[in-house]
């Protein structure tokens, strides 16, 4: 459709300036330079800073970001800081002379559920990260933001960015010279790359996993029932959600689908049924089908394709003019979505959670209950550390007891770490309210587990099939396959979630692993090992292995299996029926998850 109609969206937020703020310690008083201390440690009186406005200053020394979790000095100095909490740890280049004070300016944000189109008219220079800075080069003085390329910094300049980024372009690339009227041509191709993110697609909401636990009371079935088969959740239409590497997730029309046996093949009102063969009418389907849309000669419905909407999170707004000019600091939405039926409150929703991997620096979440038009669509949280930056993973979503009170959470997986002191790990995050519940450290392999990076979506299990998790697994590229118990003993107490190792097969694993839940709460788990995928560092006659591990540890156990030995696998003292492995084809790797589709009741 026209770029003009697009639907293009970004929360509505609100920036907040901060200028020359005093940078203080942990007991509240003011930093002073001495003269001979040069690192300081604390944290800003504000989080969720803007992307990119961030510097403090001694008055010789200016550090400015470098990045999502970045600060450079310009005089050699070195930092880091955390964009959602405001913490920062910066060592100057030589220390403040004495008497100084070390100084902050920057932009925090605040936001509500409501969504703003991506128009000159909801957009500032600010929101956008724009202003008015020079560079010299061997021609002269410039503007850094002159993208309109007039030799001047101006109202014009927003606009190029914002019909650049809605799909224009200009008219005749060699003479109609880069003025926002000159991008007045449609890109024919508006999607920017689709890189490491899978499409979610849901529609009607069906039964879920959780939905016959022994745990869960007649009055939540009743309950969720009652929602599901409400009009307009129960016809809802079947959405497809991708990112990009425009900085946007997208939200495309993927038909009519709908759950249970086609009755308009029995029904002889039906307009379509008189052009369906008569024994079409005794078939039952059981999987579900796409309705017959009588408007397109009785074919079933799966959508057209067409983008019904796009969202832009926060912390890519100010970053979007990097992707402009193709340098600096990119942002675009490089991960998987995930989504699930979640009761927030007393009401059920349909929520959408979605990371940034190579793009960014946080998770979003929005609630795409009514997702066909984007009216009925809210923004309802974002989180952020700069340790989630590469995260790829979609997040998995489940709920848990958490103190006596029960809670829906997601749980996602820190990115590819280039810290070889720091552990990964695995944020739980209350998706009623956006907050962290508790970060849980790989980091039972101690030493030799240091530096690793989880692969993929933690793989949660209800063990004792209540409706509740109580575990999940997940391996790093150390060859650790990890498991944490959340129910050790019954407790709920976050304190008491413990964690272990399953196995180390003493190889890189970069998937998550398909699992298997027996009745006695025993578990099989299913992986497989490679070489990084974004390097070639591996020798071509290596062989990795597909692993299968039965852990009958139960709910609250947490037994170390085996530690396999490569130089022929040792598996002296291993009960094979615990245990089975398959070696690869030399140069054969396993980056992909495994698919699990059945299983059998053990004895």
């Not at 979790?69 to 403040?96: A, C, M, Q, V, W």
């Not at 490491?196 to 029932?225: C, D, L, T």
């Not at 998790?469 to 709920?492: H, P, Q, T, W």
């Amino acid at each position: 459709h026209p770029d003009n109609s697009r639907n293009i969206k970004t929360s509505d937020m609100t920036l907040i300036e901060v200028n020359g703020e005093h940078l203080k310690d942990e007991n509240g008083s003011t930093y002073v330079g001495d003269g001979v201390v040069t690192r300081f440690v604390g944290t800003l009186e504000h989080g969720k800073l803007q992307a990119g406005t961030l510097t403090i200053t001694d008055g010789t020394e200016r550090f400015a970001t470098a990045g999502p979790s970045t600060l450079e000095g310009d005089k050699g100095g070195t930092g880091t800081y955390n964009r959602f909490t405001g913490e920062y740890d910066i060592t100057f280049h030589n220390p403040p002379v004495s008497g100084v004070n070390i100084s902050a300016t920057y932009r925090y944000y605040s936001y509500t559920q409501s969504l703003l189109e991506f128009t000159n008219a909801n957009l500032s220079d600010e929101k956008l990260g724009l202003d008015d800075s020079r560079y010299i080069d061997d021609t002269g003085e410039h503007y850094t933001w002159d993208l309109e390329r007039d030799g001047d910094f101006d109202n014009s300049d927003r606009a190029v960015l914002i019909k650049w980024v809605r799909g224009w372009r200009r008219a005749d690339p060699v003479t109609s010279g880069y003025t926002a009227g000159s991008y007045s041509a449609s890109n024919k191709w508006k999607l920017a790359p689709i890189d490491h993110s899978m499409p979610a697609v849901i529609g009607p909401p069906g039964e879920p996993e959780w939905f016959n636990g022994a745990g869960i009371s007649e009055q939540e079935r009743v309950e969720y029932v009652v929602w599901r088969n409400s009009a307009g959740i129960a016809d809802r239409p079947t959405m497809l959600y991708i990112g990009a590497r425009d900085g946007m997730l997208h939200a495309f029309y993927a038909g009519q689908f709908r759950h249970g046996d086609n009755k308009q093949m029995a029904d002889p009102s039906d307009p379509c049924r008189e052009q369906m063969p008569d024994e079409m009418a005794n078939i039952e389907e059981f999987r579900g089908y796409f309705k017959w849309d009588p408007a397109n000669g009785c074919n079933p419905d799966y959508g057209t394709g067409e983008e019904r909407w796009a969202f832009i999170p926060n912390n890519i707004l100010p970053r979007l003019k990097n992707n402009f000019k193709s340098t600096g600091d990119q942002g675009y939405v490089d991960a998987s979505p995930a989504i699930a039926d979640v009761k927030i409150g007393n009401q059920w929703r349909t929520v959408l959670i979605c990371a940034e991997g190579n793009g960014g620096d946080t998770i979003f979440a929005l609630d795409v209950t009514n997702p066909y038009n984007v009216e009925n669509v809210s923004f309802l949280w974002e989180f952020s550390d700069p340790d989630i930056y590469r995260s790829k993973s979609s997040p998995a979503i489940g709920r848990l007891w958490v103190n006596g009170q029960e809670k829906w959470v997601a749980f996602f997986s820190s990115g590819k770490s280039k810290d070889p002191e720091k552990f990964g790990s695995i944020f739980v995050v209350d998706i009623g309210t956006g907050n962290l519940i508790k970060r849980i450290y790989l980091d039972a392999a101690g030493e030799s587990g240091k530096g690793n990076s989880p692969s993929g979506t933690p793989s949660i299990v209800d063990g004792d099939r209540n409706g509740y998790v109580d575990r999940f697994y997940v391996g790093d590229d150390k060859g650790y396959m990890y498991r944490i118990n959340l129910n050790a003993n019954g407790s709920e107490d976050p304190q008491d979630w413990t964690g272990c190792i399953l196995a180390n097969v003493e190889q890189p694993i970069y998937s998550s692993p398909a699992i298997l839940v027996n009745n006695q709460a025993d578990v099989e788990v299913f992986f497989g090992t490679g070489d990084d995928p974004t390097l070639d560092d591996s020798d071509p006659n290596t062989h990795y292995y597909f692993w299968a591990i039965h852990d009958r540890g139960g709910n609250n156990q947490c037994l170390t299996k085996f530690s396999s030995r490569q130089a022929g696998i040792d598996m002296a003292g291993i009960n094979t029926s615990e245990v089975w492995y398959y070696e690869l084809p030399a140069g054969h790797r396993v980056w992909a998850s495994a698919f699990a589709a059945a299983h059998r009741d053990q004895p």
